[in-house]
């Protein structure tokens, strides 16, 4: 029988387990403090916006969005980030992605705090994982770790698995590929330029699809018995789907996440978790 792994549960769990912590923060004088900076008017951007907004408002941080047109410079983008890092109530800082072409995605990101970088997406930070350095002070990005969570909380061994991940960028593939390594997995990282891509996913026993093409993974890619987290979120004629083709998937895997449901929720509830850690690192 496969497992359906039901993230929104668990995301749910962890958001109430947070809630409790931050009553201490709020006892110890100062709530923790999380501002999304969004920009333009993306659809999906302003739904996981507001996601992340009723996140932080159940759990008890004080949360602020600043919402700009596309109109705006990159230069003011900069002051709002400077005004930001210099805000002692705000713990954490998120400048939800994509931005519009004219700004340079990699100024602003490096202009934020990396002790405020929630994302974990500061090159300060990323360094600080590639490297396997300061845990304690580090912040990893959301959906990564919300996949290892997952992971944990279903009880899923990590070490000595092979694990075969598909898609490479600075947000999932690249992080994650790094956390399963860190937790003695057996890494494979593919891409587009991979030859062969079925012959390496069947013999995933972790298979980790976050390559943003649907249905991209079919179900004969997936070795019996195996993990299957699925990472995309496209919409396809007005429905969400993933990078997994999921009914095939399904009917050969172990465990699978859904979309929605699987590892969206996830990142929202890592996000907070962030938050919380931030504020524990900057004190009251
Ligand atoms: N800076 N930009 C920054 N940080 C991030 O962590 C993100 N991301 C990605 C896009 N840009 C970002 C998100 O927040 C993707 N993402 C995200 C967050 C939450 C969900 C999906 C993507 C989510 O909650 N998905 C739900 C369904 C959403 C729906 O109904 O549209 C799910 O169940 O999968």
Redesign the pocket.
């Known amino acids: 029988m496969t497992k359906i792994i039901d993230?929104?549960a668990i995301a749910g769990q962890i958001r109430a387990e947070l809630k409790k912590e931050v009553t201490h923060f709020k006892e110890e004088g100062r709530e923790p403090g999380l501002t999304v900076i969004l920009v333009g008017d993306n659809s999906?951007?302003q739904?996981?916006v507001k996601?992340?907004e009723r996140a932080a408002t159940e759990i008890g941080i004080r949360s602020e969005v600043i919402k700009k047109t596309d109109e705006i410079s990159q230069e003011e983008l900069l002051q709002i980030i400077a005004g930001l890092n210099a805000d002692r109530k705000v713990d954490g800082i998120?400048?939800?992605?994509?931005l519009p072409a004219h700004i340079d995605q990699k100024v602003v990101l490096e202009a934020i705090d990396p002790a405020k970088d929630v994302?974990g997406?500061h090159p300060i930070n990323t360094g600080r994982l590639f490297s396997g350095q300061d845990q304690e002070r580090r912040f990893e990005?959301?959906?990564p770790l919300g996949i290892i969570e997952l992971l944990e909380r279903e009880g899923i061994e990590i070490k000595g698995k092979k694990a075969v991940v598909v898609g490479r960028s600075n947000?999932v593939g690249k992080p994650v590929a790094h956390l399963l390594l860190e937790r003695h997995a057996t890494v494979t990282l593919c891409h587009s330029r991979t030859k062969d891509l079925a012959r390496e996913t069947r013999q995933a026993d972790l298979l980790i699809a976050a390559v943003g093409r649907a249905q991209f993974i079919a179900g004969d890619m997936v070795k019996e018995g195996a993990v299957v987290i699925d990472v995309g979120?496209n919409r396809v004629d007005g429905k969400?789907v993933g990078d997994v083709e999921y009914e095939g998937a399904k009917a050969r895997a172990g465990y699978i996440t859904p979309?929605?449901?699987?590892?969206?929720?996830m990142?929202?509830a890592l996000?907070m978790k962030n938050t919380l850690k931030a504020r524990k690192i900057h004190g009251v």
């Open positions: 993230g929104k999906a951007s739904t996981y996601f992340k998120l400048v939800q992605l994509p994302d997406f990005a959301c959906t947000i979120i969400l979309v929605p449901g699987g590892v969206g929720p990142t929202i996000l």
